[in-house]
């Protein structure tokens, strides 16, 4: 019953947010909305914030799903153009507010959990050190992040099937090509 509680308020958050701002939705009117007390929304939720983070972690593993290969990266990275496309109202508003570093928290964790498989399958029977690995998956972490927030900064107007196909182009060959380099450190 707690996570289908949990559920619901997400649910009823992710109404309010598309109807407006962030700042202006408080905890009382989510719990009038799901006819749940102020408490019942704390026992599950430190606050608002903390809403946030669990929706969007759930929200992650789904976007995750099949697309943690070299040759399938593009399909979780395109998956997270259109999740944030479909969930314009709450991307718009973390990135527009002053808990923006929330939303790029959660960016840089999916790029980093969808870089990391990649980098690993790479890296074959590759002598990398531990450091050099994550440098690589941080670069392309760094990278991915960076496109999709001036995508967003920008109204989200460009395809993300063309970003998409232009960052393939800009990558292919370039992770093996890191990790032959970083080898040799």
């Known amino acids: 019953m707690s996570e289908i509680t949990k559920h619901v308020i997400a649910e009823t958050f992710i109404k309010l947010i598309e109807e407006k701002p962030l700042t202006e939705i408080t905890v009382q009117e989510i719990a009038n909305a799901c006819q749940i007390s102020r408490q019942a929304f704390y026992y599950h939720f430190e606050d608002i914030y903390d809403l946030i983070e669990w929706y969007l972690t759930l929200e992650a593993q789904k976007l995750l799903e099949g697309g943690r290969s070299y040759q399938t990266w593009q399909r ?67 990278a991915f992040v960076g496109l999709l927030q001036d ?35």
């Open 76 to 142: 979780g990275f395109l998956n997270l153009f259109e999740w944030a496309k479909q969930n314009r109202a709450i991307v718009n508003h973390l990135y527009n507010s002053i808990n923006r570093e929330q939303l790029e928290r959660f960016l840089y964790q999916m790029a980093f959990d969808l870089v990391m498989p990649v980098v690993q399958e790479k890296q074959g029977k590759s002598k990398i050190s531990t450091e050099n690995l994550i440098f690589i998956v941080d670069f392309y972490k760094f």
């Open 151 to 185: 995508w967003i900064g920008h109204g989200m107007k460009k395809d993300p099937n063309d970003l998409v196909d232009q960052l393939s182009v800009v990558i292919q060959g370039s992770i093996p090509y890191a990790i032959d380099r970083l080898s040799e450190h």
